[in-house]
């Protein structure tokens, strides 16, 4: 009998797939499309990812713990959802690729300018495979030690309390803000991940309170960002930050250390765990579509192709702006997967208590 996930391991697994690329960058986001004060967008966007999750606990909940896979069965020919299996699997092992690229091609750019990315990219395939045939109880487990490795980073923001400067911070809110529904939209990037917990429902039992676990973990996220949100418009100020690529590595560069120099490298080099982390659960979530429809090939040869066909792909963008492209539109979907795949499977469960109840 596989094990199942604990509340705690699941509450890490959420936090780190919610730990992505972005947060080099976000700050830069808030400040261009949200104007002065733009950190407190987060909080807004929090508050719809709960509600969001609180609709996939509706789902838990009606389903007795079904897989989604199993309900959608029940009530949908195999032949017909094939294809949205298919697409899904497409989504998540793109989006898991180009975050992998997008943080290997920074990190080139601050560390090895000379060297050619792939190469990074092909040793992270590499790790994230051989992670993925380990099984997911084992990536939860590996996920919690990478967590330990990285959390510590945050209290790394304690430096700048003497230089949080509330006059940078000004009284007004969301003063010069430009296009804020296609911001409120790419604010939202930074928090997803957290909807896969769909596909959780087989590998935890009533005793781990999986939602709870859910909601722990992107709380934690969410006060994470917060407080880096805070202190870069606090340090730095919403003028500087639209300007600035990536801010909280800009940010780390003013930390000296009598043992390193530049701290940032540090930072992101680190990071490479919640980026191999995130990379692990989207090709995992991308395996669990395709196993549904080649139930006969074994999941480690499954995982062999996603990871092969992701990283022949990733060959394709070669620049930061092509990828944030691919990525935004892939968030669109995935957005919409998270709203509309949990609404319908509440449809589905109710018409299959009362084709029972009848």
């Known amino acids: 009998m596989n094990e199942k996930l604990s509340q705690f391991h699941t509450a890490i697994l959420i936090y780190m797939i919610q730990t992505g690329v972005y947060v ?83 990190f080139q750019m601050f560390a090895f300018p000379t060297t050619n990315p792939m190469i990074f990219k092909i040793a992270i395939d590499i790790l994230a495979f051989m ?81 709870k676990a859910v909601l722990y973990g992107h709380l934690l996220r969410s006060v994470s960002y917060v407080i880096l949100g805070f202190v870069s418009f606090g340090v730095i100020g919403a003028d500087m930050l639209k300007v600035m690529m990536f801010p909280s590595l800009d940010l780390l560069a003013y930390i000296k250390l009598p043992f390193i120099e530049r701290i940032e490298n540090l930072f992101y080099g680190f990071f490479l765990f919640t980026t191999l982390i995130t990379l692990v659960l989207y090709f995992w979530a991308a395996g669990e579509n395709t196993q549904r429809i080649f139930p006969k090939i074994k999941m480690n040869v499954q995982y062999f192709f996603i990871v092969l066909t992701a990283l022949l792909i990733s060959y394709i963008p070669t620049v930061l702006d092509t990828i944030r492209e691919w990525v935004m539109i892939l968030s669109y979907i995935q957005i919409g997967f998270a709203y509309i795949v949990p609404l319908i499977l509440i449809l589905l469960l109710l018409w299959q208590r009362r084709k029972k109840a009848v």
Request: one cysteine or more.
């Open 24 to 106: 080099f960058s976000f700050t830069q986001t808030e400040a261009k499309y949200f104007g002065t004060n733009g950190w407190l967008i987060m909080i807004p966007v929090s508050i719809l990812v709960c509600l969001n999750i609180y609709e996939i606990y509706w789902v838990y909940r009606l389903g007795n713990g079904q897989s989604i896979f199993e309900i959608l069965e029940k009530s949908i020919p195999k032949f017909i959802l094939t294809p949205f299996y298919l697409a899904f699997s497409t989504v998540w092992a793109l989006i898991g690729c180009l975050v992998a690229k997008q943080y290997v091609l920074i």
């Open 131 to 211: 992670l993925l045939t380990k099984g997911l109880y084992n990536i939860s487990k590996a996920s919690t030690v990478f967590f330990w490795c990285t959390i510590w980073l945050s209290f790394l923001l304690l430096y700048f309390i003497g230089d949080i400067r509330l006059v940078r911070l000004t009284p007004y809110l969301f003063k010069e803000s430009t296009n804020m529904v296609e911001g409120f939209f790419q604010i939202y990037m930074a928090y997803l991940g957290y909807e896969l917990c769909l596909l959780l429902f087989p590998y935890t039992d009533k005793k781990t309170r999986l939602f």
